[in-house]
T-cell receptor
Framework: GENVEQHPSTLSVQEGDSAVIKCTYS??????FPWYKQELGKRPQLIID?????GEKKDQRIAVTLNKTAKHFSLHITETQPEDSAVYFC??????????????FGAGTQVVVTP | DGGITQSPKYLFRKEGQNVTLSCEQN?????MYWYRQDPGQGLRLIYY???????QKGDIAEGYSVSREKKESFPLTVTSAQKNPTAFYLC????????????FGPGTRLTVT
């Protein structure tokens, strides 16, 4: 099955600086890579995703890059703000076949943005 | 936020009691999931179901049970066999044909004393 590793586990940045979180995956068949943001006590919410036919996707201050050959993908947050403080999870999802049901999330990265 | 609901938001039980957590979705999603989250930890899969009347164990199924009698509902029972049941429980659903994105419920915080 799929195995996803996420680094770092914690990340402290000064407001205005950039933050980068990296994930690696093991199943080369995985073709969908979402990123979730979870604020304290709240549900995880999708912030950006990328499919394997795309190398990069950007949405305002956040972007995701995918390297299929190396089997890793990264979340980039630019011009960080205090409201970016949260736990971020990555995931790697296989195609919608019989084995698709069991998703694998990374362990999460606690991002702290200090003013 | 709408579409997938969990109740109650907070639940308190005495040790030795079974407790059932509710999860309902009106998104017409095929698949539903239960995750457990402990403080400072990631999402650990308890059970998942791809279709009505069928479900599979996740990584930490021991001490838990589920049912999927209706497409919209996927209740989770935390039994007395679960050694450390106090945690934050998240339910999620996914539209199979679209693949991928999981929609999460607001969660239930269970405290067992």
């Amino acid at each position: 099955g799929e195995n996803v590793e996420q680094h770092p586990s914690t990340l402290s940045v000064q407001e205005g600086d950039s933050a980068v979180i990296k994930c690696t995956y093991s199943d080369s068949a995985s073709n969908y890579f979402p990123w979730y943001k979870q604020e304290l006590g709240k549900r995880p919410q999708l912030i950006i995703d990328i499919r394997s036919n795309v190398g990069e996707k950007k949405d305002q201050r956040i972007a995701v890059t995918l390297n299929k050959t190396a089997k890793h993908f990264s979340l980039h947050i630019t011009e960080t703000q205090p409201e970016d403080s949260a736990v971020y999870f990555c995931a790697a999802i296989p195609p919608a076949t019989d084995s698709w049901g069991k998703f694998q999330f990374g362990a999460g990265t606690q991002v702290v943005v200090t003013p | 936020d709408g579409g997938i609901t969990q109740s109650p938001k907070y639940l308190f039980r005495k040790e030795g009691q079974n407790v059932t957590l509710s999860c309902e979705q009106n998104l017409n999603h095929d698949a539903m999931y239960w995750y457990r989250q402990d403080p400072g930890q990631g999402l650990r899969l308890i059970y998942y179901s791809q279709i009505v009347n069928d479900f599979q164990k996740g990584d930490i199924a021991e001490g838990y049970s589920v049912s999927r009698e209706k497409k919209e509902s996927f209740p989770l029972t935390v039994t007395s066999a679960q050694k450390n049941p106090t945690a934050f429980y998240l339910c999620a659903s996914t539209p199979k044909l679209q693949g991928g994105e999981q929609y999460f419920g607001p969660g239930t915080r269970l405290t067992v004393t």
